[in-house]
């Protein structure tokens, strides 16, 4: 008897159609009249093919994923409002909240872009998940095996229990993802090792790695420069345990010479070895907060490389010569391997003070053997040329994105106060030194075209920054038509914000318009910063490109072959540059948890703030105190609420009576709720 042939579902012979049809999208009376089917039996399987990923809508028509658009895959960013992007290797792709499917945050999918979408960037539909990327997600147990994630897009999870265990309702728990299962991992865990899970830092060194840094040991080193009887200074942070830069200023007849002395970990850290492997493996230092996930072991970052107050050291030296007007004499800059003696470890208020003319009052500031004079000295020439370099560097037209950085007082792990950070001249004289000190060297490494990671930001995208051109000109009262976007002429337009109520937004508007920097062997130059050279090379203890920097260096002035191909640092930029984001987003979310955990006693206070953003359903204010960002829903403001997203304002109707409220506008408000680990504050408006 013959075997039967087994039947073409009619999900396949739309599929069929959809692929081998002359057009590639077709209406759904196409579809229906093609198939011999009714429009109401076509439109159900139409859904269920769209459900499962292989059909997309586009307007009124339907076609096959593969035959709609692009089919790409990359790594998606879920935002707290649903949407997402995407990060792919030809650039990002947004995803509208409708198209994200079941992905997560840090995800690995594959998605569909859209053709003829008008828009900022590529739009897109999530077709499916390769990997996950979110293992460990905190949550809230509720009973009954559920528990109620700090992620809105995962929401409430149902766990199994182990056998025997009992937890109470209210409390705090990992979760692991497991064969696509949730799991508890961990029970009443404090802030950090959340953080630590979910970014995968790493908490300890291994073994192998330990024992290679006991066996370090300090050998004479001939060919080292002696710097040790200059009054050479640290200015750091009062917190500070790892001091890698310090400098040396004086005067010469055309101006200043400066020594930017620089922590060798080169010296210390061998290509290779197995403490190389795990700084790179790790990238960068983390610091949340009070503590730090170090990229070297202690002994090295807060010993034997740092440099401590009264202690011979090994630093690698950049010397440059500076004239009185502000030119960097690059051509006669000298690079050497050194042994200083720092002879005096201010922090950065205690330099302030001396600066001022007052004696040094905080107990973190160490001076050798009473060599106030000396130091004395030394930070007053360099105070002279910071100020000469700054104002070289507002000239040509550098950006200076003068954002407040939160600053915590925290008591047993608690916080106790989260204000503005107050950012004094002392901050500004070792960022101008250490800009000189990366630009002279990346100047060096591209006229030699000697192989290097460079610190690139590129041009940012023009679209972004109109939008951000057609607010300044709203709020400014004036036009910028005609105008080329240069650095010089944004950093023009940030200045006439400057103690203006909108000056940190328009600040942060302008960061959020610009490309991210990153590190790459091909050098775009660093739009930021004004510069045609700019790398990193003043923190190896904390960045290891600064590490591959030194290294380079070293080989290229003993006439040494390079240690790394292009090929190699276009991947180590690719890898480094990622670790550096993932370094970031795990210090935002710890500033995040511990400002709204501040902030959740504080119900029922009214605070002044400013509005940072507004939206369909919302209006964004950031508390100016505290830099904590909550939200006040439309439906409770009294009046018709008629939001104007793209002209960054929303109108309030009362009656006769009409108020316009714009980005920008100072506004009172009250803290309604709070909820800390969904970073989530509830304000109304008074």
Known sequence: MAKRKKETSPEEKVITLLKKAKKPKLTLSQIAKALRLSKKKTKKILFRLIESGEVIRLGKRYAHVLRAGKVVRGVIQIKRAGFGFVKTDEGEIFVPAWATGDALSGDEVEVLIFPDRKGELPEGKVLRVIKHGLIYVGGTYVGRGMVITDDPRLGTVRVKLKKGQRIKRGTRVILRRKDGRWEIY??????????????????????????????????????????????????????????????????YEKGWILKVHIADVSYWVKKGSALDKEALKRGTSVYLIDRVVPMLPHRLSDDLASLLPGKPKYTFTVEVKITRNGRVLTRTAKFYRSVIKSW????????????????????????????????????????????????????????????????????????????????????????ELMIVANTVVATYMQKKEWPVLYRVHDRPDPRKVKKFITLAERLLGKSFKHRRITPKF????????????????????????????????????????????????????????????????????????????????????????????????????????????????????????????????????????????????????????????????????RGRESSRITLGDRVKVRVVNVNKYMKDMVLELV
């Not at 802030?191 to 790493?202: C, G, Q, T, V, W």
């Not at 003070?353 to 040094?360: F, K, T």
């Open 186 to 251: 961990e029970v009443n865990p404090d802030d950090y090792r959340l953080i630590e899970l979910k970014y995968s830092l790493p908490a300890k060194f291994p073994r192998r790695v330990l024992k290679e840094v006991e066996n370090l040991r300090i050998e004479k080193d001939k060919g080292r420069v002696d710097l040790r009887e200059e009054f050479t200074i640290t200015i750091d942070p009062r917190t500070a345990k790892d001091y890698d830069d310090a400098v040396y200023v004086e005067r």
């Open 344 to 431: 005096a470890r201010f922090t950065y208020e205690d330099a302030e003070r001396v600066l001022n003319g007052e004696e040094p009052a905080d107990p973190e500031t160490v001076i050798h053997r009473k060599a106030f004079g000396g130091v004395k000295r030394t930070l007053k020439e360099a105070s002279a040329l910071a100020e000469i370099l700054r104002a070289k560097r507002e000239e040509r037209g550098s950006i200076d994105f003068d954002l407040p950085e939160a600053e915590f007082f925290m008591e047993d792990g608690k916080v106790v106060m989260v204000s503005p950070k107050e950012r004094l001249w002392s901050h500004k004289i070792i960022e």
């Open 490 to 653: 944004l950093s023009e337009v940030v200045k006439q914000f400057r103690r203006r109520p909108e000056e940190t937004l328009m600040n942060y508007l302008l960061l959020r318009s610009m490309a991210r920097a990153e590190y790459s062997p091909i050098n775009v130059g660093h739009f930021g910063l004004a510069l045609k050279n700019y790398l990193h090379f003043t923190s190896p203890i904390r960045r290891y490109p600064d590490l591959v920097a030194h290294r380079q260096l070293w080989q290229l002035i003993n006439g040494k072959k390079s240690l790394y191909t292009h090929e190699e640092l276009i991947e180590l930029g690719k890898y480094l540059s990622e670790r550096e984001r993932l370094a970031e987003d795990a210090e935002w979310e710890m500033w995040r948890l511990k400002i709204y955990e501040f902030m959740q006693d504080k119900v029922g206070e009214v605070y002044e703030g400013i509005v940072t953003g507004v939206s369909s359903e919302s209006l964004f204010v950031q508390i100016t105190d505290h830099l904590a960002e909550g939200y006040v829903p439309y439906h409770t403001i009294k009046g018709r609420v008629v939001p104007l997203p793209e002209e960054y304002s929303v109108m309030v109707f």
